[in-house]
């Protein structure tokens, strides 16, 4: 599993122009882009995201658990994109969306349990994320 993390001061997720998922950081929070492979596992998806809880990125190096910091959780298997041959990307390595999306959900979940507000986009839609990244700090989680 792949969470690409994104600090920022506001995001939100629309589909075909609905507003799906949306989070008003005060003053900070999280975009987790969740990217699921094959071999995943509900125990991978929980450890990610109590990493992320817990990881200590916002201003004077305080956890969203410390700030208790909003996340917008979006699935995105193109963290998965094998680019070493060709023009033409492969997705081989992503998960099909019947593993994947129980898995994101489960990420998504463990942070709600972990008391996170979460707001998250739409499973295999094709999402428009705005979001206003804080730092810029972006950084790459992986289990």
Not at 48 to 73: F, T
Not at 91 to 107: K, N, Q, R
């Amino acid at each position: 599993m792949r969470v690409l993390v994104q600090r920022v001061t506001a995001a939100q997720v629309t589909v075909d122009g609905e507003l799906v998922g949306r989070i008003d950081p005060d003053p900070q929070g999280l975009v987790a882009l969740v990217g699921v492979t094959h071999d995943d596992t509900e125990a991978t998806a929980k450890a990610l995201a109590d990493k992320l809880w817990r990881l200590r990125i916002l201003d004077g190096e305080r956890s969203a658990a410390d700030l208790n910091a909003p996340v917008l959780v979006v699935s995105q298997f193109t963290l998965y994109a094998d680019t070493a041959k060709g023009r033409r990307p492969s997705w081989s390595a992503a998960a099909p969306g019947s593993v994947a999306e129980p898995l994101v959900d489960t990420f998504a979940e463990a942070l709600r349990a972990l008391g996170a507000t979460v707001a998250t986009g739409r499973f295999g839609a094709h999402m428009h994320i705005d979001l206003t990244n804080d730092g810029p700090v972006t950084l790459l989680l992986e289990a």
